[in-house]
């Protein structure tokens, strides 16, 4: 129920389904196995919304943000999004930075970091970021901005976005977003992304329990910084 009245009432944004309107495509950004968000629940009602506008489940990728990991396997992929989703049709496809020809190069940020992004995400008509907001060692928060740098990011940009430059600087450590180089790469690489028209994130207690659900849109909040 929380889940639902944060799509349909979410922050500084239309819901979901209204934005969705129109829409011919959407592609929704998942993490891999290696981070706890809780996508098989987060993804039903999404899809029920995106629906509900007239976009239908065989019309929705999701995208597996793997960052420079390896692809999630079919048992991943099951554990990642669902039964219940899988089931609907949608399909699934893992970011694989290393191929370059399934990255578009997008510029460069002010330091300049080459940012490339994943060609599917670039392309789809509706763009959606999923995720789980904790304290992050170097970026100072997970979520946001990093479900497209790194996770969708290409090669190049992963690497220089894991540099030097960018990790040495005292401010880039945990709870810290001020100054914090790594959350401004990563902001600035998704700003040449365009963002995300919407974005639905959780934060998890201890024994990974939902314990807040935040649906907002990009530009009210990080594409506004």
Same mark, same amino acid.
């Given at each position: 129920?929380?889940?639902?009245?944060?799509?349909?009432?979410?922050?500084?944004?239309?819901?979901?389904?209204?934005?969705?309107?129109?829409?011919?495509?959407?592609?929704?950004?998942?993490?891999?196995? !290696?981070?706890?968000? @809780?996508?098989?629940?987060?993804?039903?009602?999404?899809?029920?919304?995106?629906?509900?506008?007239?976009?239908?489940? %065989?019309?929705?990728?999701? &995208?597996?943000?793997? /960052?420079? #990991?390896? @692809?999630?396997?079919?048992?991943?992929?099951?554990?990642?999004?669902? $039964? %219940?989703?899988?089931?609907? /049709?949608?399909?699934?496809?893992?970011?694989?930075?290393? $191929?370059?020809? $399934?990255?578009? #190069?997008?510029? $460069?940020?002010?330091?300049?970091?080459?940012? =490339?992004?994943?060609?599917?995400?670039?392309?789809?008509?509706?763009?959606?970021? !999923?995720?789980?907001?904790?304290?992050?060692?170097?970026?100072?928060?997970?979520?946001?901005?990093? *479900?497209?740098?790194?996770?969708? *990011?290409?090669?190049? !940009?992963?690497?220089? =976005?894991? /540099? @030097?430059?960018?990790?040495? @600087?005292?401010?880039?450590?945990?709870?810290?977003?001020?100054?914090?180089?790594?959350?401004? %790469?990563?902001?600035?690489?998704?700003?040449?992304?365009?963002?995300?028209? =919407?974005?639905?994130?959780?934060? &998890?207690?201890?024994?990974?329990?939902?314990?807040?659900?935040?649906?907002?849109?990009?530009?009210? =909040?990080?594409?506004?910084?």
């Amino acid at each position: 129920g929380a889940l639902r009245e944060a799509l349909g009432n979410p922050i500084g944004s239309a819901p979901l389904s209204e934005i969705a309107g129109g829409r011919s495509d959407a592609c929704i950004v998942v993490s891999d196995i !290696t981070r706890p968000v @809780p996508n098989a629940f987060i993804l039903p009602p999404v899809l029920d919304a995106l629906a509900e506008a007239g976009i239908p489940p %065989e019309r929705v990728t999701l &995208l597996i943000a793997t /960052g420079l #990991h390896r @692809p999630a396997t079919d048992a991943e992929i099951r554990e990642i999004c669902g $039964e %219940e989703v899988l089931a609907r /049709g949608v399909q699934v496809v893992n970011h694989r930075a290393t $191929e370059a020809d $399934e990255q578009v #190069h997008l510029g $460069e940020t002010s330091r300049g970091t080459p940012a =490339f992004v994943d060609r599917a995400y670039m392309a789809a008509d509706l763009r959606i970021l !999923t995720g789980l907001v904790e304290p992050h060692l170097m970026a100072g928060y997970s979520g946001g901005r990093k *479900a497209i740098c790194p996770g969708v *990011a290409g090669c190049d !940009t992963i690497m220089a =976005f894991h /540099g @030097p430059q960018l990790l040495e @600087p005292p401010e880039a450590r945990a709870g810290n977003l001020i100054a914090n180089p790594v959350h401004e %790469e990563a902001l600035a690489v998704a700003k040449l992304a365009s963002g995300a028209e =919407f974005i639905v994130n959780v934060t &998890l207690d201890e024994e990974r329990a939902i314990t807040g659900i935040f649906a907002y849109n990009w530009l009210a =909040f990080e594409g506004m910084r």
